[in-house]
C-alpha cells in the first residue's frame, strides 16, 4: 500500500505485446527481419479492461535513464492519457484532480518503495462564462488569455516498510504546461513548455505537461495480424498523438541507497479518490509489456491494483508465459523450454551482474544502474547490442523495447539468435537534448490551411475582439453582444434550411 491508499494499482495489456511478437515472428518465418510491434505493448496503452475507461488515469509508459547532459543526476518520465487527439477541443487534456500520480523508488531491492514522489494538481478558471480553453493568442504560462490551467504541488514521502518516516512539501503550486491547441493559439509552444520547467530544491527539476507520444509501434496488428497477411506494417500508429507527461530530474545520490548500492527500481502508480473519499490504486506501470502481454485477462486489473512485493502471486505467467506457445503454434517456430527463468531475470530482478541488486525479491520494477554512465551514441537495442546505458537497464525515450523484448522472449538470452522486431525503429519527433527530452506536443492545427487562406492571420482581428482577455475587469457586454449575433446568424441559417426543406419535400410528394 501506499500512503492514503487503500488498494493496488494497474499496467499494460498482454495482447499488444502478443500480437506484435506474433507478426515478427510471421515476418521470420516468411525469411524477412524487420516487422511492426503489435499494440501499444511497451506502453501502457488501454492495457487492461477496467483502466481503459479512464485514459486520465491511466499510465501509458514509464523511463528512466541516467541524465545524458547531467550524469551526476537521474532522469524519469512517466506518462499519463493515452491517444489524446491533439484537435481534441473545446476541453483539452488535463491531469485529473482527484488523482495522486506517484513516482516510487525502490533503492535496496526488497520490492518496496523507499521513496515516494506524489504529484497533485489543481485547475483554475479565469472565465466561465466561455467554453474557449483560451480567448486569444497565448504568449506565456500566466497570460490572461489562457483561460483553463492547472498547477500541482510535489510531496516528497520517505518510507520504511510501506509506513511513512517523513513528508516534505517539495513544490507548491508550479504551472502545468497547457495542451498544445494550435499555431494560431500558441504561436511559440516551445516558450510555454520551457516556462513550465521548474527548479526545485537540492538541484532537482521537474516538468509537467502535455508531451508528444514518445512510444513508437504499429497498433494495426489487431487487424488479423497486420490485415491477416501482413500487409499493413510499418506505419507509426502513435505518430500524431499526445501524452501528459510528469518529469523528474534528482541528483542520483538522493534516489540510491548508497555509493556501494547504485541499483533503483522505479514505477508508478496513479490512485483515485472514491466517493467515500479514500484513494485506492487503479493504475500502475514499470516495466514495459508485463501487464501487456505476459498476464491473462484474468490477472490484468488485479496487477493494477497490487504492488510489487506480492508479484510472487504472477509469477507463473513469466516462467510459462503464453506468448512463444502462440508463436509456436500459428508460425512454428519452436518455444523456448520452460521454466523461462531468463524472463524472470529481465522483467523482475534485472541481469545478474549489470541491474539487479543484491538480495532482490522478483517484482516488477524498471531497474537501474544509476553507475553506468551515459553513451554519446545510444544504440537502440540497448544491452542486446552491448549498450548497456540502455534497456532493460532503464529504459531512455530512444530505446526499441518492443524489438529488444520480442528477441528475449523468443530466446535471445539463451542462444536462439534472432532478429525479430518491427519496422518502426524510432519516434516519428527528434526528442530534446535537454531536460524534460520529450518531444513537444503535436499542435491541434496541425493540418493544411483551408481554401482560400493564408497562413499568419491575425485570430483577433478575425474575431472582432469579441471576446476580451478574461480578468481584464471589462464586463461581459461585448462577448454578450458577440453571442447574440451569432445567435442571430444561426436563427438565419435554420430560417433559410426550413425553406429549403419544405421547397424539397414539395418536390419529392
Known sequence: MTPNSRSGARRRSVATLICGALAAGGLAAAGV?????????????????????????????????????????TTIIANWIPFEDPAGGPNFYQFAEDAQYDIHIDNNGDGQGELLYRFTFKTHIKNKKTFLYNTGVVESLDDPDLNITQTYDIDLFQLK????????????????????????????????????????????????????????????VFDLLYGGNLTEVGNDTLKGYNVNSIALQVPTDMLTESKDQP????????????AQGYY???????????????????DKDKFNASSPWDDKQFLKNVTNPELPKLIEAIYKIDAPDEPRNDLVDVFLKGVEG?????????????????????????????????????????RRLTDDVIDASLQVVEGELLGAK???????DKNDKDFEKSFPYVALPTEGSRGPLAKGTTDGADVRNQLGDALQPAGTGTDDTTLIAASAGAGAAGIVLIGAGLMWWRRMRRGAY
Open 33 to 73: 527481419t524487420a516487422l511492426e510491434p503489435g499494440a501499444a505493448s511497451a506502453s501502457s496503452h488501454r492495457e487492461a479492461p477496467l483502466i481503459s475507461g479512464d485514459p486520465q488515469y491511466d499510465n501509458t509508459d514509464v523511463y528512466a535513464f541516467v541524465s545524458p547532459d547531467k550524469p551526476d543526476s
Open 161 to 220: 516498510n510501506q509506513k511513512v518516516k517523513y513528508k516534505t512539501k517539495v513544490a507548491d503550486d508550479v504551472p502545468v504546461a497547457p495542451s498544445n491547441v494550435g499555431k494560431a493559439s500558441m504561436p511559440n509552444y516551445e516558450k510555454l513548455r520551457d516556462q513550465a520547467v521548474y527548479k526545485l530544491p537540492n538541484d532537482a527539476t521537474s516538468f509537467a505537461g502535455q508531451a508528444d507520444d514518445p512510444f513508437f509501434l504499429d497498433l494495426r
Open 263 to 274: 541499483i533503483i527500481g522505479i514505477w508508478s502508480t496513479t490512485q483515485r479518490k472514491n
Open 280 to 298: 485506492s490504486q487503479v493504475s500502475r506501470l514499470g516495466m514495459p509489456l508485463v501487464n501487456e502481454v505476459v498476464n491473462p485477462l484474468k
Open 354 to 394: 549489470l541491474n539487479q541488486p543484491p538480495h532482490v525479491r522478483a517484482a516488477e520494477e524498471l531497474r537501474l544502474n544509476t553507475s553506468i554512465e551515459p553513451t554519446d551514441s545510444p544504440k537502440r537495442l540497448g544491452v542486446l547490442d552491448g549498450d548497456n546505458a540502455g534497456f532493460p537497464n532503464g
Open 418 to 424: 534472432n532478429d525479430l522486431g518491427d519496422a518502426v
